[in-house]
Nanobody, 114 residues
Framework: QVQLVESGGGLVQPGGSLRLSCAASGTFSIYTMSWYRQAPGKQRERVAIITPYGTPNYADSVKGRFTISRENAKNTVYLQMNSLKPEDTAVYYC?????????WGQGTQVTVSS
């Protein structure tokens, strides 16, 4: 069983930056970790993923602006978000997955607005 707690969301102006954190309990290092987001009226989409070995991948919409990283010693995954745009506004969720095991955090709101 893994529990995930996100933090770091908030209100930021266009062009600004935020860093989201996701603290995990349990055996964190064996899980593939992802960040998803869901905007009002839209489907949840994956924006970034990182393997247990640290290999990242990104959605085209955030490539070059967002960076996912993990610190296994601290059981934490991060999402550094730069050059934020109004269309990045969403609830951001942390996900841990390995085979049939699939865990979600409660989400953190990110609002990009002037």
């Amino acid at each position: 069983q893994v529990q995930l707690v996100e933090s770091g969301g908030g209100l930021v102006q266009p062009g600004g930056s935020l860093r989201l954190s996701c603290a995990a309990s349990g055996t964190f290092s064996i899980y593939t970790m992802s960040w998803y987001r869901q905007a009002p009226g839209k489907q949840r989409e994956r924006v970034a993923i990182i393997t247990p070995y640290g290999t990242p991948n990104y959605a085209d919409s955030v490539k070059g602006r967002f960076t996912i990283s993990r610190e296994n010693a601290k059981n934490t995954v991060y999402l550094q978000m730069n050059s934020l745009k109004p269309e990045d506004t969403a609830v951001y969720y942390c996900n841990a997955k390995k085979l049939a095991a699939d865990y979600w955090g409660q989400g953190t709101q990110v609002t990009v607005s002037s």
